[in-house]
């Protein structure tokens, strides 16, 4: 089955001073439609890098190597300047980090949602405005038609980020890339914008690539979910799975390190050591310094990927025939307990 | 909109005070200027000089000459000038108002307009030998004194194309020579400051949503990046104001434009007071009234500097 985003392969390096920084190595997955892909790893994993090479937003110096991401079967990689910009904003919609620097100080909202559809649809003024009126109200902007003379500054940051998510959807994108939306929002606001996108994606049935290095919010949201450490994906799967039944130790690593709402816990868990230097990554499994379950080959050989279940796919030599039998430590067992409860009061 | 009047009511507080000061430290300062406003005193006289000195007012001592000049000036009248006999200075400057202003006008304009198309190239342009001749021109245009252009200029388009006069006044384009003159420091000026403002600002948040919503280079440049880059121009619109007045002094003595320069530069020199006086209380007050104006274009630009007027706004 070929999904509606496929990305094969896809190799970036930057340009830097000291040598090439090697951010994305040989990254493949695919997007369905309608679904929700959760991309999970710590800061500088390169899962920014990776979507943003979808919407060909690279810095100038930015290489990409090799790879393809196909879209609908054409590989955007391959796309000159105009057909480019035919797919960014009407084909793929972005939501940016920080609400409070990605909206233009000078323009009033109304213009800045509209843009856009003016730029890809013919579509008079008003008829925009009046698109513009309803998705503002859809995003739960109240009295959003006087506000749409109004400047960002005029907005609290959820709000901001309400208006970031209409700039998007406006022109009714297969696909949204979402680059971790609620960050910078308190916890209170994530929420509601959780749950506005969620409730958004439902309606409109859009794919959502959703950045995020909060699993709380992966459990919350996705459907499947891809966990990315040093430029590669290290693990993949449907939710469940990542939660549930994870086998890389990073992934480990990862819901160890999710603060628990009710355990007693006295200290929060954090992964030992620092993500490699990707100015020379090492030549055997990234994650073998900081792995306590590391194996001798680890260190001389990049895993493969091991096919867990149709779905669910994990790099990690562990998963290798005759490889010793390693069962995860306590807290992730405790963790998954926790899960299917939640799951199950969910329902 | 009673945020705003108070407001209001303030600046023009501190600018009449402004204007108070200015005109009181030139009063002093050009009667402790050496010389007579007399064009051949050796040949008069101790006696005519004294008649002469009565005739002006010149006889009282400064402190009380001072206050007759205020209480003249309260009633609008800026003395009668030395230099030419009889002649009120307000009906001699009146003449002389609109070449200056119009210059300085066309000057400011073209030269702000050039400034902001020549930084936004090279900001778009960035390192490649389109943005290093920009950078060029621009440090050519700061470094080489506007009466040096004035002569370059005339050689090329007067003595050797005989395109314009020389040095004539009358038609608009004999003004072309001398508006490129005043103008070659603000678009210096203005290309170096946009240039620097839109590489910071190409590199905002904002500018890659723009990005994103697959808007192309110059479409963004000028949506979003313009405006934005604008701002901190604003500032330097005052000063640069300031240095086309003060440049066009010269300037216009060189192209034999009938202008208040032309006056000013004259009135100096032959110590004609009321003249002085006149021209600098024109010249700060034009540049308050800029100054003034530059702090309501802010406003107009960026809608966080608005003076609302106390509008509250639901959050």
Redesign the interface.
């Given at each position: 089955m070929s999904g509606l985003l496929t990305i094969e392969n896809l190799d970036i390096s930057f340009s830097v001073f000291a040598g090439e920084v090697k951010a994305v190595r040989g990254v493949s997955f695919r997007l369905d439609k309608g679904e929700t892909l959760a991309i999970v790893g710590e800061s500088g994993s390169g899962k920014s890098v990776t979507v943003k090479s979808i919407?060909r937003?690279l810095p100038n110096n930015a290489k990409i190597n090799s790879g393809s991401i196909l879209l609908d079967g054409e590989d955007l990689l391959r796309q000159n300047?105009r057909e480019t910009?035919?797919?960014?904003?009407?084909r793929i919609?972005?939501i940016?980090q920080?609400p409070m620097?990605?909206?233009?100080?000078?323009?009033?909202i109304g213009d800045q949602v509209m843009?856009?559809l003016l730029?890809?649809k013919r579509i008079s003024r008003r008829e925009a405005g009046k698109k513009a009126l309803e998705l503002l109200e859809l995003v739960g902007i109240t009295?959003a038609g006087k506000r749409m003379r109004?400047?960002p500054?005029?907005f609290?940051g959820g709000q901001r980020q309400r208006i970031?998510i209409a700039?998007?959807l406006i022109c009714s994108p297969e696909i949204i890339i979402a680059d971790e939306p609620t960050t910078a929002l308190d916890v209170t606001v994530q929420a509601q914008i959780l749950e506005l996108l969620k409730e958004i994606q439902k309606q409109l049935a859009t794919a959502v690539i959703f950045i995020t290095h909060d699993l709380g919010v992966v459990a919350n949201i996705a459907d499947r979910v891809a966990v990315m450490y040093a430029g590669k994906i290290v693990e993949i799967g449907k939710v469940d799975e990542i939660l549930l039944n994870s086998r890389h130790p990073y992934t480990w690593g990862l819901l160890s390190a999710m603060p628990s709402h009710n355990a007693d816990e006295k200290r929060i868990y954090t992964i030992p050591g620092t993500p490699p230097d990707m100015l020379c990554p090492p030549q055997g499994d990234a994650f073998y310094p900081r792995n306590k379950y590391a194996l001798k080959i680890d260190t001389l050989r990049m895993p493969p990927f091991f096919q867990v279940s149709p779905t669910h796919q994990a790099a990690t030599w562990l998963l290798a025939p005759g490889a010793p039998e390693v069962t995860p430590p306590a807290e992730i067992i405790a963790g998954r307990e926790l899960f299917r409860e939640r799951a199950r009061n969910a329902r | 909109m009673k945020n705003f009047s108070r407001h209001l009511i303030k600046k023009v507080g501190i600018m009449l005070l402004t204007l108070w000061l200015i005109i009181t430290c030139t009063f002093f300062l050009i009667h402790s200027l050496p010389g007579s406003p007399y064009v051949n005193q050796e040949k008069l006289t101790p006696a005519q000089l004294e008649i002469l000195n009565r005739q002006a007012g010149l006889d009282k001592p400064l402190p009380e000459q001072y206050l007759i000049y205020f209480k003249n000036l309260a009633r609008g009248d800026f003395g009668t000038s030395f230099q030419f006999k009889n002649q009120p200075v307000t009906k001699l400057l009146l003449n002389r108002v609109g070449p200056s202003v119009q210059l300085g006008f066309q000057a400011i304009l073209t030269g702000t307009v050039m400034g902001v198309i020549l930084g936004m190239i090279s900001a778009m342009r960035q390192n490649t030998w389109v943005d290093s001749i920009v950078t060029i021109i621009a440090i050519l245009g700061r470094s080489i004194p506007n009466f040096v252009f004035a002569v370059i200029l005339q050689y090329l388009f007067a003595v050797k194309l005989s395109i314009f006069p020389i040095a004539l006044w009358g038609k608009f384009s004999y003004t072309i020579l001398p508006t490129i003159t005043l103008a070659m420091a603000p678009m210096a000026n203005s290309a170096r400051f946009i240039r620097t403002e839109m590489v910071e600002v190409l590199n905002?948040?904002?500018i890659?949503?723009?990005?994103?919503?697959?808007?192309?280079h110059w479409?963004i440049a000028c949506?979003?990046g313009l405006?934005?880059s604008l701002?901190p121009l604003i500032t330097l619109l005052g000063p640069m104001a300031v240095s086309l007045m003060t440049g066009s002094l010269v300037v216009e003595n060189i192209y034999a434009v009938p202008g208040i320069g032309e006056q000013f530069v004259k009135s100096i020199i032959t110590n004609d007071y009321p003249t002085i006086m006149a021209i600098t209380i024109l010249y700060s007050a034009m540049l308050i009234i800029i100054l003034f104006v530059v702090d309501l274009l802010y406003g107009l630009?960026?809608?966080?500097i608005r003076v609302t007027g106390g509008e509250r706004?639901?959050?």
């Open positions: 919407m937003l300047e910009l035919k797919v960014r904003g009407q919609g972005m940016f920080d620097t990605a909206l233009d100080p000078t323009m009033n843009e856009s730029l890809h009295t109004h400047f500054h005029q609290s970031v700039i998007a | 905002s948040d904002y890659e949503l723009a990005r994103s919503k697959g808007l192309s479409q949506r979003h405006r934005n701002i630009v960026d809608p966080r706004l639901a959050a």
